[in-house]
């Protein structure tokens, strides 16, 4: 499934629902895709470069914990930690408990989508 982030007025969000219904009423096939919205002046609260830096690290690792992207973007782990709250509440990330033997459990940190697309109109 692919998943979009967009930044979008409100304007731009009813236009894009109201032609997705049009297509919807003509019996036209609709794309199956995540679509989060989120107004513009969200875009530099959430879209920074560290935090790109981490989506394109946890798009090449095979499943990190958030110490391990930590230590791989040579950053501090509770401001990692707290990018990978802000990633995963707006759905770009996702996180999965893994059990470690002897050892209790640890966070994963995964990719929300296979595909992700972030767009803004301003």
């Given at each position: ?7 979008e ?13 049009r ?13 989060v919205?989120?107004?513009?002046e ?6 920074t ?8 690290v ?12 930590a ?8 401001a990692?930690?707290?990018?990978v709250d ?5 759905g ?26 972030l767009?803004?109109e301003?």
């Open positions: 499934m692919k998943r979009e982030i967009r930044f007025t409100t304007k731009a969000f009813l236009k894009r629902v109201q032609t997705t219904a297509k919807a009423d003509k019996g036209e096939a609709i794309k199956e895709s995540l679509v919205s989120l107004p513009p969200e875009l530099s609260r959430i879209v470069t560290a935090r790109l830096r981490l989506v394109a946890v798009r090449k690792s095979d499943q990190l914990s958030v110490t391990g992207l230590r791989r973007l040579e950053r501090d782990r509770a990692v930690k707290r990018d802000v990633l995963v509440r707006v770009i990330l996702r996180t999965k408990e893994s059990s470690l033997p002897g050892h209790g459990r640890q966070v994963l940190v995964l990719p929300a989508a296979r595909q992700l697309r767009l803004a301003i």
